[in-house]
C-alpha cells in the first residue's frame, strides 16, 4: 500500500531542506546570509530547511549556486534506496505495493574542495 501523496511530498520536502541546510552549514553560512544572497527571506529558508515549504525551481536553483553545488545534488534521491515492499494484491492481480520512505541523510557532494561535504 503506497503512502498518500501528501505524505511522500512531505518526506521529499524534508530530505531537500536537509540537504540545503548541510549545503549551508558546510559553506559556512548563516541562514540570513544564504537568504539575503538568494534574495529570499529569512524565515523562508527557514522553512523551506524544516520541509515546511516547498521551493519553486527557481529558488532551488539559486540556492545550489549560491552553495556552489549541482541543483541535483539538492534533490537527489537513490532510486533503490528507501523502497521496500508492503503487500501484494488478491493473487489473481498479481500486484504489489511498495512503499517509500526518502533517505534524509543522504550527503552532496561540493565542486568546492575544502567543503565538507561528501557523496
Not at 62 to 82: C, E, N, T
Amino acid at each position: 500500500m503506497q503512502a498518500p501523496i501528501d505524505a511522500r511530498i512531505t518526506e521529499y520536502a524534508l530530505a531537500l531542506g536537509a540537504r540545503i541546510r548541510q549545503g549551508r552549514k558546510s559553506a559556512g553560512l548563516s541562514q540570513a546570509v544564504l537568504a539575503e544572497r538568494c534574495q529570499i527571506y529569512r524565515s523562508y529558508l527557514t522553512n523551506i530547511e524544516a520541509g515546511k515549504a516547498n521551493p519553486s525551481l527557481s529558488v532551488i536553483l539559486s540556492i545550489a549556486v549560491q552553495l556552489d553545488i549541482q541543483p541535483w545534488q539538492l534533490m537527489k534521491i537513490d532510486p533503490l534506496s528507501g523502497w521496500r515492499k508492503v503487500g501484494i494484491s488478491q493473487p489473481k492481480e498479481n500486484k504489489q505495493f511498495w512503499e517509500f520512505t526518502p533517505p534524509v541523510t543522504t550527503v552532496i557532494r561540493s565542486k568546492n574542495p575544502s567543503s565538507k561535504l561528501k557523496g
